[in-house]
């Protein structure tokens, strides 16, 4: 590095200025930009007010940089994921059942050719829909094909309560594929499936409407 392992008050800034300046401190730019900037000026006070007491001085301004630059950053990273999150909240959701003519056999089916082929989204989804599709085949569901996984698994946790959690955690992770951009892997994915095959063997411990089937 050009200034050495003691930069002095200029050579400091300048660096901090540089890494901070990265595009990827500036997502989202209304807030983290000030932050940037408050960053910035407040080292350059205090390497001002240090500039004086000479080497030990410098380092130990530059050392405090560091520290500041960490708690931008994690600011930033903790701003990131609550936008995320608020956007995922804020995504329209559809129906589980897109293709009311599809059986649960139907969906189990294509999630096992998903499966063979390394499609991990493809069996979390369809075995989510073979899910909700075998609860409906069993009265377990009011009719209503709009249904979304967050409403089937608040509907299905009624029936089967010792699964209310796994429940949840299926359908949140449904939307955040289906509708949220993640990708599914492989552990989620059979951990969906499981579910689906375990729920399926079960009979409920209460019907949600009418008598299982």
Do not use: I
Request: charged share 25%; proline share 5%.
């Amino acid at each position: 590095m050009a200034g050495g392992l003691d930069p002095d008050r200029d050579e400091a800034r300048r660096l901090l200025s540089e890494e901070l300046a990265h595009p990827d401190y500036h997502r989202p730019a209304s807030l983290v930009e000030r932050a940037v900037t408050w960053v910035v000026d407040l080292l350059g006070d205090l390497l001002g007010a240090l500039g004086l007491a000479g080497g030990p001085g410098r380092l130990a301004a530059v050392l405090l940089g560091v520290v500041l630059l960490a708690a931008a950053l994690t600011a930033w990273l903790t701003v990131r994921g609550r936008l995320r999150s608020r956007a995922l909240a804020r995504t329209p959701r559809g129906g589980v059942l897109e293709d009311p003519a599809l059986t649960a056999a139907d969906y189990r089916a294509r999630a096992r050719e998903a499966a063979d082929r390394g499609d991990w989204d493809g069996v979390l989804l369809d075995s989510y829909r073979a899910t909700a599709a075998d609860a409906d085949e069993r009265a377990l569901l009011p009719p209503s094909p709009g249904l979304t996984a967050h409403e089937v698994a608040a509907l299905l946790a009624g029936s089967f309560p010792d699964h209310a959690a796994a429940l949840r955690r299926a359908g949140d992770r449904f939307d955040a594929v289906r509708y949220g951009g993640q990708r599914a892997g492989r552990d989620a994915a059979e951990e969906v499936r499981a579910l689906q095959a375990e729920l399926a063997g079960q009979r409920p411990a209460a019907a949600t409407r009418g008598v299982a089937r």
